[in-house]
């Protein structure tokens, strides 16, 4: 596919910054660099390339460690001097082996929660290959399909019982079961966030046409 890169402007040494973005969990996974053919090689094998400045080549994520990065979608900044590359990492980001390399903290006014659900299915799913004794989600898979779908209809029953009720602490700890509830039974049912997300967003899409019609 030809692609047309005139509107992106390269600094005096021919290189524009790319920020590496998570596209299922949102998180900030790492800032390297791009030429225009770091760049078109992205593009035309839909993983990541970029340059180094240190050792002044090309190179692409993943190439010796496997943890390749697939690119979804790029987009470029109102002056077309830095990109946005939203990835699927097939593996950590940074060569210290942690998911991202913005993993060391310098100063935080608010816990961050983006990617919560992420983690929490995460979680769940390491729950189901790996149990622990005395793990309320390890007794969940055990009891089988049967019991988690008890809950999950409990919960709902529940968040209705507590929307009747004044106030929203209580259904908001509803809410909150109800999430986890079913992020089992998805587990269980090999269900993921990123099925949910794309039937929502096929939805939107269907919905968005009509609007137009």
């Known amino acids: 596919m030809e692609v047309d890169i005139e509107q992106i402007t390269f600094d005096e040494t021919g290189l524009i910054p790319a920020i590496i973005q998570d596209s299922k969990t949102g998180a900030i996974l790492t800032l390297a660099y791009m030429n225009e053919t770091a760049l078109l090689k992205t593009i035309e094998t839909k993983e990541t390339w970029f340059f180094s400045r240190k050792r002044q080549q090309l190179w692409n994520k993943g190439e010796t460690s496997g943890n390749n990065q697939l690119v979804k979608r790029i987009t470029y900044d109102c002056d077309g001097d830095a990109l946005l590359v939203l990835v699927e990492p097939q593996g950590p980001a940074c060569h ?29 799913k390491n729950r ?31 968040v209705i019982i507590g929307a009747k009720n004044p106030g929203t602490d209580e259904l908001i700890w509803e809410i909150a079961d109800l999430v986890y509830h079913t992020l089992v039974l998805m587990e269980i ?11 929502l967003y096929k939805r939107h899409l269907q919905k968005a046409g009509n609007e137009n019609e």
Do not use: W
């Not at 049912?189 to 039937?199: G, P, S």
């Open 96 to 124: 210290t082996g942690n998911e991202t390399c913005f993993y060391q903290q310098l100063y935080e006014n608010s816990t961050q929660q983006f990617d919560l659900i992420y983690q929490l299915a995460k979680t769940i």
């Open 128 to 158: 189901q290959k790996n149990p622990v004794d005395g793990s309320y989600t390890t007794y969940l898979f055990q009891e089988g399909i049967d019991k988690v779908l008890k809950k999950v209809g409990e919960e709902a029953s529940e």
């Open 189 to 199: 049912r090999d269900v993921t966030i990123e099925n949910i997300r794309e039937e």
